[in-house]
């Protein structure tokens, strides 16, 4: 009885250090996934930052020529 009990709970042992491996390989899995999500996440950040930037560069560019079109028609007179 002692020997079956001591097969059993060694055979419980074995499937628990399987288990146990392939949670440990699952894991590496998902940490390497998550790394991945976290790369593309700062890229998208940095890709919304530059796009923000051009629309500040844009929005000067674009104020700068409605002061100089205001120039223009106060010298040809053409504002009311």
Same mark, same amino acid.
């Given at each position: 009885m002692?020997?079956?009990t001591e097969n059993l709970i060694l055979e419980l042992l074995r499937v628990m250090r399987a288990d146990i491996t392939s949670i440990k390989d699952d894991m590496r899995e998902v940490k390497g #996934? =998550?790394?991945s999500l976290?790369?593309?996440i700062a890229a998208l950040r940095?890709?919304?930052?530059?796009?923000?930037?051009?629309?500040y560069r844009q929005q000067a560019a674009i104020? #700068? =020529?409605a002061e100089r079109m205001d120039?223009?028609?106060?010298?040809l007179e053409l504002q009311d």
């Open positions: 002692t020997a079956n #996934r =998550l790394t976290e790369a593309a940095r890709d919304h930052l530059g796009a923000q930037e051009d629309v104020d #700068r =020529l120039r223009v028609e106060k010298r």
